[in-house]
DNA sequence: CAGTATCCCGGAGGATACTG
DNA sequence: CAGTATCCTCCGGGATACTG
């Protein structure tokens, strides 16, 4: 087994640590939540806070202002009373749509059988 | 671009929490690396920690730890002197090599378009 | 409504020392 | 070598209050 294919191999890639690190703030569990929310159409900042749920508006509004910097969403404010802002997708976030949900695909899948290991593992090992 | 396939979409499937949680540990930064460490071939502790570098033995064996509770690895333990262990991925651990594969792939694709828009978008906000 | 500004706490995770 | 045990630090992230 060699490594000839210079691309693929995000271990050995020089850019590495790059990776590992864009992978680690899309990975993001409420990046995730988000980016999936917005992948139906656009919403508003408290839509999605509600729809999430559990976050806190500090984390929403992280999570926003990365994936706005990043190009990944983008950031439409109507100056209307009250304020009303929308966010949606870029053409590059929508790109992500197909792996992430190659992933969540993957994890639905096979969830029953990782719970199955887990439930087995802690069974043989409950001290 | 549509989406009507009623399973796959992340935010609304009822085991959710569940599934986000499985996406966070396993898109956690040292198991991701773990993970495409072991993809190659099976290798040792301090093999893998090498490799990975910057990691703690703590978080190294909690990483693996997790892994063989869910059953992507399993760990083998020759009984020499010194001791040697051998992690390998399981089928289901090898299975997840090709959703992970695509995550990382449209990282590297799309790395330098982020890291632009990065720059631009830190030019435009610089206070 | 859509944030920003503070405060605060638990736990992630590094460093080190010890053990079988 | 492959861990476990312990300590300690830092910051992710929640709660709350205030603002345009």
Excluded at 72 to 89: A, D
Aim: glycine share 6%; net charge positive.
């Amino acid at each position: 087994m060699d490594m000839p294919p210079p691309l693929e191999k995000p271990g050995t890639h020089p850019a590495c640590a790059r990776v590992n690190e864009m992978l680690g703030r899309i990975g993001d569990k409420w990046t995730i939540l988000a980016i999936s929310m917005l992948m139906e159409k656009p919403r508003r900042f408290n839509e999605l806070k509600r729809m999430i749920g559990g976050i806190s508006q500090q984390m929403l509004t992280r999570s926003l202002r990365f994936l706005e910097r990043d190009g990944l969403i983008t950031r439409k404010v109507y100056p209307t009373i009250p304020p009303q802002v929308e966010y949606s997708l870029t053409p590059l976030g929508h790109s992500i749509a197909a792996p992430m949900m190659q992933m969540a695909t993957w994890v639905i899948a096979h969830l029953p059988e990782i719970e199955a290991n887990r439930a087995a593992h802690d069974a043989g090992t409950p001290a």
